[in-house]
């Protein structure tokens, strides 16, 4: 079969090798893809939200199957478009992508469901959100209702903060029209949870659990970025978690969707904060998560084109997803001054097989003419290692990363520090 792989960055990478594992496959394409991808697909040079240019490609190549991975081109309806000339994709529809494109519906379809959140409000006039967080319990938090890089959340300790944030927001426009509306919410607090799932709108298939390291230095000091590397499964994430979060908010999100007309087929990804309280959803997205797919998808036993397909016809009840059991830790290397300015074009210098088996998913990088691999990007690449124990998957991580090597590299030390806490006062 011929399969098209929509995307460029880390996420896509891994998604990309474990599709090339695949027996069904014959022959893998990349919109955009990038340097590093080239070795398991041919990448083609259109923007992934360029839908007719996508469209046509797709149907000049006779393409069998279609996996559309970023947000921007699932909220702007690119499976619809791929569905309407008859191949049938691994991701939802614009309706059902909502759940992400809007914080607004999302917060909204909670609140209408039953299904447990932050308390919030929704303005789009700047002058009443102002009125609002001049008496509103602090701390809190600001949220642009479109997508926005995975930028557009502020949390505010001050009043002041939280004008300042609106005006961001609202006035200048700093994440467009994804400011026009906003979300402001009670700041909640615990341990972080991010849950993948795959759903085909009739049952609801959760992945292994993982837990993301955001801010860009060590301690999480310093900027939120895309991510600075994650860990797998997540040690807060029991199996009584994991059961409350099935009744009180995977499955009644599935229903929730479908009530609505908007049947949720793809990557749901349930954001979740363990509070005092019980877990409450944080975000919904409506495909993989970076880079917390980097943990995930090693994990995986099963073929992964096989349940893509059982999603995109219906049957993933009859579809087996298994898991190894074990741990898994992805460290990125980014270049020096990311999330802000940072330099690129560097050489990436790197073994042809790095220790214990380690595997390196690229996010920004392009071929030189050369064939050398260049840095082109914030976030350049991460190596994940698996092992038994999650001690052993960080040392492995880290020594295999030792290996990789580019000008103004810079990556954190402590990966998976919190997640060992955890484990330690368990006990385990």
Do not use: W
């Not at 594992?21 to 697909?41: F, H, Q, R, V, W």
């Not at 997508?147 to 002041?160: D, R």
């Not at 009744?247 to 349930?270: D, S």
């Not at 995930?296 to 999603?311: G, H």
Request: one cysteine or more.
């Amino acid at each position: 079969m011929t399969v098209l792989l929509i995307g460029s960055g880390g996420r896509e990478h891994t998604i990309l090798k474990k599709l090339a594992e695949s027996p069904e496959i014959d022959k893998l394409y990349a919109i955009p893809g990038n340097g590093a991808m080239t070795d398991i697909a041919e990448c083609v040079s259109i923007g992934v939200k360029d839908l007719d240019a996508i469209t046509a490609f797709a149907k000049e190549h006779k393409v069998d199957f279609a996996v559309v991975a970023p947000d921007d081109p699932l909220v702007l309806g690119l499976v619809d478009c791929l569905e309407g000339i008859g191949i049938p994709c691994f991701g939802p529809s614009k309706l059902a992508a909502e759940i992400e494109g809007s914080k607004v519906f999302s917060k909204n379809l909670m609140k209408k469901y039953g299904i447990p959140t932050a308390a919030y409000e929704v303005f789009d006039n700047i002058e009443d959100a102002l009125k609002y967080v001049d008496t509103a319990e602090l701390p809190l938090v600001v949220k642009a209702d479109g997508l926005a890089l995975g930028k557009g959340v502020l949390i505010c300790q001050t009043t002041l903060e939280a004008i300042a944030a609106l005006r961001e927001i609202m006035e200048d426009k700093i994440f467009g029209a994804s400011g026009s509306r906003v979300v402001i919410e009670e700041f909640l607090t615990g341990p972080e949870v991010s849950v993948l799932s795959f759903t085909d709108g009739k049952v609801v298939v959760p992945m292994v659990s993982s837990m993301d390291h955001k801010r860009a230095g060590d301690n999480d000091t310093g900027l939120n970025t895309g991510g600075m590397g994650t860990v797998a499964p997540n040690p807060y994430y029991t199996e009584e978690v994991a059961k409350e979060c099935m009744e009180t908010i995977f499955l009644p999100t599935m229903n929730a969707m479908n009530a609505e007309g908007r049947t949720f087929k793809g990557c749901l990804y349930f954001g979740l904060m363990l509070t005092p309280k019980g877990p409450k959803v944080i975000e919904y997205n409506c495909r993989f998560g970076d880079p917390e797919t980097q943990v995930v998808l090693p994990l995986l036993e099963s073929d992964l084109f096989t349940i893509m397909k059982a999603v995109a016809e219906e049957k993933l009840a009859e579809t087996e997803v298994k898991f190894r059991d074990g741990h898994a830790c992805c460290v990125i290397l980014a270049s020096n001054g990311y999330p802000k300015k940072y330099e690129s074009g560097f050489p990436i210098t790197m073994p042809e097989t790095l220790k214990h088996g380690a595997q390196v998913y690229v996010a920004g990088a392009k071929r030189a003419e050369d064939g050398t691999l260049l840095t082109a990007g914030g976030r350049v690449l991460g190596v994940t290692a698996v092992a038994d124990s999650l001690k052993e998957a960080i040392a492995n991580a880290y020594d295999a990363a030792a290996d990789v090597t580019f000008e103004n590299a810079y990556k954190r030390n402590d990966i998976g520090a919190r997640a060992m806490a955890a484990y330690e006062n368990k006990g385990e």
